[in-house]
């Protein structure tokens, strides 16, 4: 992968190094994810820094992240020079925060498969043990239960 003659990467070299179509590329682009340049021609010219944020948003929405979420943590982030150590940091912190209780809630739906989510339908055997006359309809709509973390 070199870099075009007129400075930055193309959107190929971009999408051979990153293993991203480059109609993900674009995509990931109307959501502010990346900001090209445009050469003389008009031709998009991307930093090596996008490399770092591409992989960034590939790692997290495997995680569960969705792209709106990712977009808004990489708004605040530098444009067009590699995010610092401390940028990573603090959305890395963030993160974990997130990924905690995704992993609470998960550990208790796991715990809880066998019995009352909660959802009000009373049709587990245990549901009257676990949520009589449901009452977890009162703290809201959906399965209260496994919500509560």
Same mark, same amino acid.
């Given at each position: &992968?070199?870099?075009? #003659?007129?400075? +930055?990467l193309?959107?190929?070299?971009?999408s051979?190094r990153?293993?991203?179509a480059?109609?993900?590329i674009r $995509?990931?682009?109307?959501?502010g994810i990346l /900001? #090209?340049?445009r050469?003389?021609?008009g /031709?998009? =010219?991307? +930093?090596?820094? %996008?490399i !770092?944020?591409?992989?960034?948003? &590939?790692?997290a929405?495997? &995680?569960?992240f969705g @792209?709106?979420?990712?977009?808004a943590? &990489?708004a605040?982030?530098p444009? /067009?020079?590699? #995010?610092?150590?401390?940028d990573?940091? =603090?959305i890395s912190?963030e $993160? =974990?925060?997130?990924i %905690?209780?995704?992993?609470?809630?998960l550990?208790?739906?796991r %715990?809880?498969?066998d019995g009352c989510?909660g959802?009000g339908?009373?049709? @587990?055997?245990?549901c009257?043990l676990?949520? #009589?006359? %449901?009452e977890?309809?009162q703290g809201?709509a +959906?399965p209260r239960?496994l !919500?509560?973390?």
């Amino acid at each position: &992968m070199a870099a075009s #003659p007129s400075g +930055g990467l193309t959107i190929g070299d971009l999408s051979d190094r990153t293993g991203l179509a480059v109609s993900a590329i674009r $995509f990931y682009e109307t959501h502010g994810i990346l /900001h #090209p340049v445009r050469n003389a021609g008009g /031709h998009r =010219r991307y +930093g090596r820094a %996008d490399i !770092r944020r591409l992989s960034f948003v &590939m790692i997290a929405q495997s &995680m569960g992240f969705g @792209l709106s979420e990712i977009a808004a943590y &990489m708004a605040d982030l530098p444009a /067009h020079r590699a #995010p610092s150590k401390a940028d990573w940091t =603090r959305i890395s912190e963030e $993160f =974990r925060t997130k990924i %905690d209780a995704r992993i609470a809630l998960l550990q208790k739906m796991r %715990d809880r498969l066998d019995g009352c989510i909660g959802c009000g339908c009373l049709s @587990l055997e245990t549901c009257s043990l676990h949520n #009589p006359l %449901d009452e977890a309809a009162q703290g809201g709509a +959906g399965p209260r239960i496994l !919500r509560e973390v």
